[in-house]
């Protein structure tokens, strides 16, 4: 089980994000928490100066990969995804989980633009919450980060 961390997130240290084109695509279950989610990376995508912000709205997590996949077809320099699955009573959380965390490294292996996995894996909402801007920061602050990194990846 993941430890409660508060990530080193240091926008400073973070490249420039000018000039560069993202699409965060964004899932509406657990909508207070995803809106928490994109507010935190839209700061720190316009906080580095990325003046291309694209948000596309999926159902649920499940959509994520295939908004991905479309969002793709568009060229841009990175795309992320934002999601927020919660357990509940039946098995539905892992294979939700699984499916996206799949669907989302095969995009990464298949293509050449990084698509960044903001994806929350919660046993309660309050576990949520506190990752979406609360307590223990918000993660979709650093996925912001880590598509402004991989953008500029030179290898
Ligand atoms: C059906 C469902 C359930 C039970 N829980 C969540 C959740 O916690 N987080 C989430 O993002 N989506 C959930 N969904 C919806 C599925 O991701 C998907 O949208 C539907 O199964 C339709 O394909």
Redesign the pocket.
């Known amino acids: 089980m993941a430890t409660a961390q508060h990530s080193e997130l240091n926008v400073e240290k973070l490249p420039s994000a000018e000039g560069l084109r993202i699409v965060v695509v964004v ?4 909508a207070s928490i ?1 809106e928490g989610l994109f507010k935190g990376a839209e700061a720190v995508l316009q906080q580095k100066g990325c003046t291309a912000i694209e948000r596309v709205s ?7 990969v295939f908004g991905c996949a479309k969002a793709l077809k568009t060229n841009p320099d990175a795309v992320i995804a934002l ?6 009573e ?1 098995a ?2 892992d294979y ?1 989980c699984q499916a996206v965390t799949h669907g989302i490294k095969d995009l990464n292996v298949l293509g050449n633009i990084p698509v960044i996995f903001g994806l929350l894996t919660d046993d309660t909402q309050q576990q949520a919450i506190a990752r979406s801007g609360g307590a223990l920061g918000n993660k979709g602050a650093e996925a912001a980060a880590a598509a402004i990194q991989m953008a500029k990846l030179s290898i």
Not at 83 to 88: A, D, L, Q
């Open positions: 899932a509406d279950w657990n995803t999926v159902p649920g997590s499940f959509e994520l999601g927020s699955v919660i357990r509940g039946t539905h959380f939700v």
